[in-house]
């Protein structure tokens, strides 16, 4: 399998050689050159999450460096669960997608990732520098990931003062060979460091310098193996195409969805729910597209005003009619979401997290005609615990903290301080 850009120029490349690029030369994203073809009972033989993301990855990897290590980088990409919970009295389920190490979705692609690139590295050759600017929720999933793997740097920048507490300590707890950095900044000044970084020739002399960004091929394309066990799962037991909500923001858990959809998984519709950020909402209904500043929300791993993974979607979509036929989204505001958790806290018991309540916000309004056509999933994105400070207030109690954000608030933390320039980052890494 090859990948091309997006944007169309430049030669096919490999999968790992896309993996280890991030992004294409020409700035584009890449994407499959062909679509294997899958079918429910090619996946007979695959029972557990992590069987399923292999057969489903395969055709993906076929003639690629990684072809026979997949079997080896599924099984330690996909160590944790990912379960159906029925929501009751809803008539939906949620497929809780956070029981990893920072309790969030990312740390699915964040692990197939890494447990990739630490097998493309050869033994002996220089280290490896992984570069992450973090506004918050990122650099923790890609700095558990990637902790302790042989042959690779970690070196996390976040805007000292303006992440969350829990945040930072999920940045700076880590050790060994992941570095944080509290840079006297905005996160904008963390980015252009992490920029300036990567054409800088004394660091290029000194290690090799690859990012973790969410638009890698290798984060993006293991987080269609949830999507497609939990429709096979349903189709297995129903014998119904599953629909799915999906919190959306830079679009790349939902893009996910709808690849493994195209390779043909059983999935009837495909919904994004944004919060106020409504780039992707107003350019389906028509509206001409009109990337725009984000604005501050309480689903705040949500808050992207222009989505990068729109341009696979548009490549995978070229016709207007077609996209717009694939999938439908809707805006969720922070009163929705605020009464969302109150509401759904007191009428079922669910406590969700800011992003997964837009989820659950886009499954209220829908008719019920609309609603009893398929069975329906939510993508539940991050555990509440994650979001104390605003679900707490909401729903009158304490939110049961999961050992594995437990786990981390117990291990001690250091940062180093860092001025946003490039040569104090030289002289740090
Ligand atoms: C990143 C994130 C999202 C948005 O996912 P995209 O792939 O960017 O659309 C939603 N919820 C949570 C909790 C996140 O961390």
Redesign the pocket.
């Given at each position: 399998m090859q990948y091309l850009s997006t944007r169309g120029e430049g030669a096919a490349v490999s999968f790992s050689e896309a993996l280890l690029a991030g992004l294409a030369p020409d700035g584009g994203l890449y994407v499959p050159a062909a679509w294997p073809r899958l079918e429910p009972r090619d996946f007979n033989a695959a029972t557990t999450l992590s069987q399923v993301a292999r057969t489903l990855i395969a055709p993906f990897v076929a003639g690629d460096t990684l072809e026979g290590a997949l079997e080896a980088i599924t099984a330690d990409a996909f160590d944790f669960p990912a379960p159906l919970v029925a929501v009751p009295g809803a008539g939906y389920s949620v497929l809780e997608l956070f029981h990893g190490p920072t309790a969030?979705?990312?740390d699915f692609g964040a692990r197939f990732l890494a447990a990739s690139m630490a097998r493309l590295r050869a033994p002996g050759a220089r280290p490896l520098e992984i570069l992450v600017a973090t506004s918050g929720?990122?650099g923790g999933a890609v700095a558990a990931a990637f902790h302790r793997r042989p042959g690779i740097r970690v070196a996390v920048l976040y805007p000292k003062g303006l992440v969350s507490p829990a945040q930072e300590q999920q940045l700076t707890c880590w050790g060994d060979n992941v570095q944080a950095f509290a840079v006297r900044g905005s996160f904008d000044d963390c980015q252009q460091l992490v920029k300036a970084a990567f054409v800088d020739t004394a660091l290029r002399a000194r290690f090799d310098l690859s990012s973790a960004n969410?638009i890698n091929l290798g984060r993006l394309l293991p987080?269609a193996a949830y999507h497609a066990a939990t429709a096979l799962a349903i189709w297995r037991a129903e014998g119904r195409a599953a629909s799915f909500v999906?919190?959306?923001?830079?679009?790349?858990?939902?893009?996910a969805c709808i690849w493994a959809r195209h390779v043909g998984l059983p999935i009837g519709e495909i919904v994004l729910a944004h919060n106020a950020n409504r780039t992707v909402p107003d350019f389906l209904a028509g509206e001409r597209w009109q990337p725009r500043r984000s604005i501050a929300t309480l689903?705040s791993?949500?808050d992207?005003g222009d989505?990068s993974?729109m341009e696979r979607l548009r490549a995978l979509f070229p016709e207007f009619a077609t996209l717009k036929a694939a999938v439908s989204a809707e805006v969720v505001d922070d009163s929705a979401i605020r009464r969302r958790i109150a509401g759904d806290f007191a009428a079922h018991g669910m406590i969700w997290?800011p992003?997964?309540a837009c989820a659950a916000e886009v499954m209220a309004r829908m008719p019920a005609a609309r609603r009893t056509q398929s069975p329906w999933v939510i993508a539940a994105?991050?555990h509440p615990a994650?979001f104390r400070e605003i679900v707490e207030p909401l729903i009158g109690r304490p939110v049961p903290i999961p050992q594995s954000l437990a786990r981390l608030y117990e291990r001690p933390s250091a940062s180093v301080p860092l001025e946003p320039r490039l040569d104090a980052l030289r002289d740090a890494l």
């Open positions: 969030a979705f990312k929720d990122t969410s987080q999906i919190p959306s923001g830079n679009l790349g858990n939902a893009l689903a791993a949500m992207v989505p993974n997290c992003h997964t994105t991050a994650k």
